[in-house]
């Protein structure tokens, strides 16, 4: 499984756009990129996956160069409410299931 | 849809002693896993189900840990006897059936376990 870097913390304020990337040098031709976001006390939540170029959902765009080696987790307008831990996933869909989390990204936006 | 629970919440316990974790899946969900997340460290699977089956245990720490999913509804996870290093969060998650690595998981919110 591919491994991922990501940044262990970033700060924002309200308002601004929020963009987190990640690289994963060794992700395979099978391999999709999935974010999952975690709040204090509770449990990760999907929030978006793609293959290449870009993907977009009510939530959050996530961009992937053709050499597929980072991605970046743009998240739009961010409020106080995203305040959370963010984490970049990479895996196929044929390997049989678990998620394999890193340090994620802790992301601070202030008022 | 209702989603993913776990009972209980927190559980303090002795060294020593057992505990019992339960996790509720969404219904319908044939793939239910367990994570977890000890002091300071990554979250780190524990195990997959695929209904009644353990399709990957490859996870689980040592054979203290005893996951179980009879009828291939909810599941167990038994920790006997429980160690300090048992301490953390264990998380359940589920998803729909037919789907490979990284389709969309369901969490719950975990149960925190702490062990003196």
């Known amino acids: 499984l591919a491994k991922t870097t990501q940044p262990i913390s970033m700060d924002s304020y309200e308002g601004q756009e929020v963009n987190i990337t990640c690289s994963h040098n060794?992700?395979?031709?099978?391999?999709?990129i999935t974010w999952y976001q975690q709040f204090p006390s509770q449990g990760p939540r999907f929030i978006i996956q793609?293959?290449?170029t870009k993907v977009t959902n009510e939530v959050a765009s996530l961009f992937i160069p053709a050499d597929r080696k980072s991605s970046t987790l743009s998240l739009p307008r961010v409020s106080l409410s995203d305040t959370a831990v963010y984490y970049c996933?990479?895996?196929?869909?044929?390997?049989?299931?678990?998620?394999?989390f890193g340090q994620g990204t802790e992301l601070s936006v202030k008022p | 849809e209702a989603g993913v629970t776990q009972f209980p919440s927190h559980s303090v316990i002795e060294k020593g002693q057992t505990v019992t974790l339960r996790c509720d899946p969404i219904?319908?969900?044939?793939?239910l896993y367990w994570y977890r997340r000890v002091m300071g460290k990554e979250i780190k699977f524990l195990l997959h189900?695929?209904?009644?089956?353990?399709?990957?245990e490859s996870g689980m720490p040592n054979n203290r840990f005893l996951a179980e999913r009879t009828g291939g509804t909810y599941s167990t996870l038994k920790v006997q006897p429980a160690e300090l290093e048992d301490s953390g969060v264990y998380f359940c998650?589920?998803?729909?059936?037919?789907?490979?690595?990284?389709?969309?998981?369901?969490f719950g919110p975990g149960t925190r376990l702490t062990v003196t």
């Open positions: 996933l990479v895996g196929a869909y044929n390997q049989g299931g678990k998620l394999i």
């Open positions: 189900f695929v209904k009644e089956s353990k399709q990957d």
């Open positions: 219904s319908g969900h044939d793939n």
């Open positions: 998650a589920s998803s729909r059936p037919g789907v490979g690595a990284l389709y969309e998981q369901y």
């Open positions: 060794n992700i395979a031709t099978n391999d999709y």
């Open positions: 793609g293959y290449k």
